[in-house]
């Protein structure tokens, strides 16, 4: 079955760059689109970005000015980067899968609180 | 951005009956050209990410039981639990994927009255 996994630091010091990867198993990265979509504790969901295989991104243009996705097709795996994080940035953090751009979120990891704080 | 906004926040049922949640986009996510409405539903226990429930409005994902259903078309949405069990209890978010950024709802807490 389809599983994601994210991985990466629990805790990042304000205005540094949190950096998460998300493994994926059971399906191929090239056939479909992965998005990161994160949630402040309490709160709504907030849909970061998404990437293709072939580098193709789209942001969200309230974090694109901080934001890089990129994948690894060798290890069937995307990232994420969110660089001068603050407190506001402190979220659990899900990884995603979409069969095609325009499509809704069919599978998600289980989520990584990443906590900004010094 | 679309903006969705659901209504009511919150919900107290009694097990057994019938749970109305209505989702508003503030523009129509019904793409003309295959009649699709471009809207999810997706349900969220504590600690756990959000399962899908439903897509393009009114598709049960796989698995789903058929208490729930979804109807509207354009910009009003509902998903309803036809007869409300304990493990219903969650959150539930709506999604447009109709335009990036892609937008959800605030959620709407289910509980038990």
């Known amino acids: 079955q389809v599983q994601l996994q994210e991985s990466g630091p629990g805790l990042v010091e304000p205005s540094e760059t949190l950096s998460l990867t998300c493994a994926v198993s059971g399906a191929s990265i090239t056939d479909y689109y992965w998005s990161w979509i994160r949630q402040p504790p309490g709160k709504g969901l907030e849909w970061i970005g998404y990437?293709?295989?072939?580098?193709?991104?789209n942001y969200n243009p309230s974090l694109k000015s901080r934001i890089t996705m990129s994948v690894d097709t060798s290890k069937n795996q995307f990232s994420l980067s969110l660089t001068s994080v603050t407190a506001a940035d402190t979220a659990v953090y899900y990884c995603a899968r979409t069969y095609s751009s325009r499509n809704h979120f069919d599978y998600w990891g289980q989520g990584i609180l990443v906590t900004v704080s010094s | 951005d679309i903006v969705m906004t659901q209504s009511p926040d919150s919900l107290a049922v009694s097990l057994g009956e019938r749970a109305t949640i209505n989702c508003k986009s503030s523009?129509?996510?019904?793409?003309?050209?295959?009649?699709?409405?471009?809207l999810a539903w997706y349900q969220q226990k504590p600690g756990q990410p959000p399962k899908l429930l439903l897509c393009?409005?009114?598709t049960r994902e796989s698995g789903v039981p058929d208490r729930f259903s979804g109807s509207g078309s354009g910009t009003d949405f509902t998903l309803t639990i036809s007869s409300l069990q304990a493990e219903d209890v969650a959150v539930y978010y709506c999604?447009?994927?109709?335009?990036?950024?892609?937008?959800f709802g605030q959620g709407t807490k289910l509980e038990i009255k």
């Open positions: 393009w409005a009114s």
């Open positions: 990437i293709y295989y072939s580098g193709s991104t």
């Open positions: 999604q447009q994927y109709f335009n990036t950024p892609y937008t």
């Open positions: 523009q129509s996510v019904l793409y003309s050209s295959n009649n699709k409405n471009y």
